[in-house]
């Protein structure tokens, strides 16, 4: 077993690394204050084929492996966790689906956008009343004639607003619970289609999530991914892999926590000498650096299982359960490593414990990452 990465791998690193630390890391700070959307740095992302890294080079996408890809989203996220999940977002919850489910016509219109960086996407799942269970959605699709007729709202959805591309999810046939949930795609700009401001959050306030809101929103038939009731289906295998990029997410947060805490521990001085020489703060940088390593290792084999074809499911919500509480932990030992200093805005701590939470929650919370696993480790379907 080879843990090392490959040459074009540790490439990719090396290239997202060097424009994170120029073009992202810079602003990190600024755009949470602020809660600014960084539109600057969108086009360059897409010219260094950020925004389209798994898709096939036929429809425009850069056609990284999808270890390279979690290697991407970990330097990102290791500057700025915001930015990293606009690239997250894009590439996996809404790229994949148009790639794994569309028909030849549906990719050259929707997926190419999104593969060049054109335009980014977004997934539509989640509602006020239906979180962890899709099934209780209440968002419809109604059937007239050569179109769908969609009513209904969806919640806390990361590009809300910004995207052009958004992959929606709702119910063609209401009395077949989860059977009846279908995916759509609908483009900005859509009559019916639009969108609340971007939530007030605690963290990653730099990468916007709205509401959105279809008010007999038409959209043609040839929106239709896949055929009639397989959104569940759908949602569940994109949802697998989007799992992976926010393991990666956690993985660069819970990496920069280390970072930070190394660096302060050998510039703050106590008791006559660097605390760094302390053996209580050697202890807890030691446990942050192996939760790091540990959730890299996680993820990177989930995203090893992923490229291969293997199944990825289990592997994908350990690494994703792992490396987010590993997040939080470590941004949490951070902050008590820079003791007071940590508390202020003066230094990126207090920004990585805010970030890392979301880690916890989105894309499956950690508690429903425990159900999968448990299911598989006991032998239930």
Not at 36 to 42: A, G, L, Y
Not at 122 to 151: C, H, I, Q, R, W
Request: glycine share 8%.
């Amino acid at each position: 077993m080879d843990f090392r990465l490959s040459d074009e791998q540790e490439a990719v690193r090396k290239m997202v690394r060097e424009f994170a630390e120029k073009n992202v890391a810079p602003i990190a700070a600024a755009i949470d204050r602020e809660k600014r959307f960084p539109t600057e740095n969108i086009p360059r992302m897409a010219e260094l084929g950020l925004l389209g890294m798994t898709a096939p080079a036929e429809w425009g996408g850069a056609g990284f492996d999808y270890v390279s890809y979690v290697v991407a989203l970990e330097e990102l996220a290791r500057a700025c966790a915001a930015t990293s999940v606009i690239v997250s977002v894009t590439n996996t919850l809404a790229g994949y689906p148009l790639n794994a489910f569309s028909n030849d016509a549906q990719k050259e219109r929707f997926l190419r956008p999104l593969a060049t960086g054109a335009k980014l996407g977004a997934f539509a799942l989640s509602e006020p009343n239906a979180g962890s269970d899709p099934a209780a959605m209440t968002t419809v699709a109604v059937k007239k004639g050569g179109s769908y007729v969609l009513s209904g709202q969806k919640n806390f959805i990361t590009n809300g607003g910004h995207a052009g591309i958004y992959v929606v999810f709702a119910k063609t046939d209401v009395a077949a619970k989860h059977r009846g949930i279908s995916a759509f795609v609908v483009e900005a700009g859509t009559p019916g289609f639009t969108w609340s401001p971007p939530e007030d959050k605690m963290g990653i306030r730099a990468a916007h999530s709205t509401q959105l809101f279809f008010d007999n929103c038409e959209i043609p038939v040839e929106n239709l991914l896949g055929q009639e009731g397989e959104g569940f289906k759908i949602a569940m295998a994109t949802l697998d892999r989007g799992r992976i990029g926010i393991a990666a997410q956690a993985v660069g947060i819970a990496q920069a926590c280390v970072d930070a805490a190394a660096a302060y521990a050998k510039e703050r001085h106590a008791f006559g000498k660097p605390i760094a020489h302390h053996q209580a703060i050697q202890h807890m940088i030691a446990d942050m650096h192996v939760a790091a390593e540990a959730s890299r290792v996680l993820t990177w084999r989930a995203a090893f299982l992923c490229q291969q074809g293997e199944k990825f499911g289990t592997a994908s919500a350990m690494a994703k359960l792992f490396a987010s509480e590993a997040a939080m932990k470590n941004a949490i030992d951070a902050v008590q490593v820079h003791g007071g200093a940590g508390y202020t805005t003066d230094f990126p701590v207090e920004r990585y414990m805010r970030d890392a939470k979301i880690t916890e929650i989105y894309e499956g919370t950690s508690e429903i990452q425990r159900l999968v696993i448990a299911r598989d480790a006991i032998g239930l379907k």
